[in-house]
């Protein structure tokens, strides 16, 4: 189950094509399922805006690379672009950011967030 359709991600001024967004999409899905201990894929993830806006921000601001062993930023261009420089800073950039959108969300009263690094 995808946390961001391509539509959403169109509509919020993404700029990949459709199979570029499908895997970065897929990738970023992962960072954030390693970090919740899956909490978000068991329920339905696209209710929740902040899940929405950090599946984009991970994708835009090009953290995804650290799952990859490449960069990836998207440029503006619709394509990625990709490079192996600052993997290691871009997972410690990546976890982060989805630490900073996710915070204070909960499920069941407890927090979505694992103290997994």
């Known amino acids: 189950m995808q946390f961001l359709t391509f539509a959403d991600y169109e509509t919020m001024g993404g700029q990949l094509e459709l199979t570029d967004f499908t895997q970065a999409e897929f990738i970023a899905r992962q960072r954030i399922n390693e970090l919740t201990f899956n909490r978000i894929f068991s329920e339905n993830p696209m209710e929740r805006e902040s899940v929405k806006m950090c ?34 800073d871009r997972k410690a950039l990546a976890s982060d950011f989805i630490r900073s959108c996710l915070t204070g969300e909960t499920k069941d009263g407890k927090s979505l967030l694992s103290l997994v690094g």
Not at 57 to 81: A, F, H, P, V
């Open 55 to 88: 599946v984009f921000g991970l994708i835009e601001r090009g953290y995804l690379g650290s799952l990859t062993g490449q960069d990836w930023t998207s440029k503006g261009s619709g394509k990625l672009s990709m490079s192996r420089e600052g993997s290691a």
